[in-house]
């Protein structure tokens, strides 16, 4: 088996919490470590949340490094209304045992680029894009040697749901998303219009309750906890697996259909703030470096997650 050499920066947030369960649990993956970012809550606590995932999966062995605690230039917009407190829901939370590694996540970010072949090595984001910028900003050079960057973030036909145009992931840092699409990183986007797609409706949900493994029981609860929140925002249904998308592309890339596009991110519009403005009618389509994500495969995503959570904990075989 071909391994992927995966970054995974995240500011955990009940539906990162899945994602990096899903990500703990699969094989294809060389998680060379998680690094997180202040967002849906502070940068202290994404940290100690993405330590806590770690754990109840039996990962110690993944470094967790981290990174940027606020935006580039501007103040933190948490979304500890929608994700709780603490940022995992109704989830009990701990002291984790396994500290954080030493460093900052930009700089492992470059260092791991730069001392890998070019191409090599997969980002995911699914939080704010600070610590990407910030390490662009440090070492241009990572743009052409990075692999696919996958990024949770912005909405085109389904509009915002931090404000009417805004998707949260961009709307809380859109300096960095913007330095980020204009580097000429090869770049997936998964926004609000894939991930809309792809919802923990009752069923689902049952599926992963009946699996007794601790990460299927705290996906469950996870999931409780989100529901009632959707249907309060009236989001249009049952929980979005947004973050969980970007691992759900990165296994199993034929899930998602995919169309070039020229993306910018407004960064001025105090209305607008945050809105990416996606084009897809361009002269050259074959040479664009970014691709939004239309259609998604929800049963075959659903099918992954559950097949993955039922594994036992620990370094996947």
């Known amino acids: 088996m071909t391994r992927t050499s995966l970054i995974f920066d995240c500011d955990p947030g009940v539906d990162d919490a899945i994602a990096l369960f899903l990500a703990f649990a699969s094989p294809e993956l060389d998680i060379l470590a998680i690094t997180t970012v202040g ?16 754990q109840i999966a039996g990962r110690e062995d993944v470094p967790v490094i981290a990174g940027c605690a606020r935006p580039v230039i501007r103040d933190l917009v948490d979304a500890g209304h929608f994700h709780g407190s603490s940022g ?11 500290p ?25 984001i699914t939080g704010p894009a600070t610590n990407l910028a910030v390490a662009l900003a440090l070492e241009p050079a990572i743009a052409g040697r990075l692999g696919p960057v996958v990024i949770m973030g912005g909405a ?19 300096d960095a998303a913007q330095r980020v699409v204009a580097s000429g990183c090869r770049i997936v986007m998964l926004g609000l219009d894939a991930t809309h797609q792809v919802r ?3 069923e689902r949900q049952a599926a992963i309750a009946a699996i007794e493994t601790p990460q299927a029981q705290a996906t469950t609860e996870l999931l409780r906890f989100l529901s009632p929140q959707e249907v309060s925002l009236g989001s249009g249904g049952w929980p979005p697996m947004h973050d969980p998308c970007v691992i759900g592309y990165i296994l199993a890339p034929y899930l998602f259909v995919t169309q070039p596009c020229a993306l910018q991110v407004e960064c001025a519009s105090p209305l607008t703030l945050g809105h990416t403005a996606v084009e897809f009618r361009l002269k050259d389509p074959q040479a664009s470096s970014i691709q939004w994500a239309v259609q998604a495969d929800a049963d075959g995503f659903f099918a992954l997650l559950t097949e993955r959570l039922a594994r036992q904990p620990g370094i996947p075989a």
């Open 200 to 202: 923990a409706t009752p």
């Open 100 to 124: 954080l590694a030493p460093g900052h996540a930009a700089q492992f970010i470059v260092d791991a680029v730069m001392s890998r072949p070019a191409g090599s090595v997969t980002l995911a």
């Open 88 to 98: 995992l829901g109704a989830l009990p939370v701990f002291e984790p045992q396994a």
């Open 39 to 54: 967002g849906n809550v502070g940068g202290e606590l994404t940290a100690r949340n993405a330590r806590l995932i770690r």
């Open 156 to 174: 085109r036909s389904e509009g915002g749901n931090i404000t009417a145009s805004a998707e949260y992931n961009i709307y809380a840092d859109p």
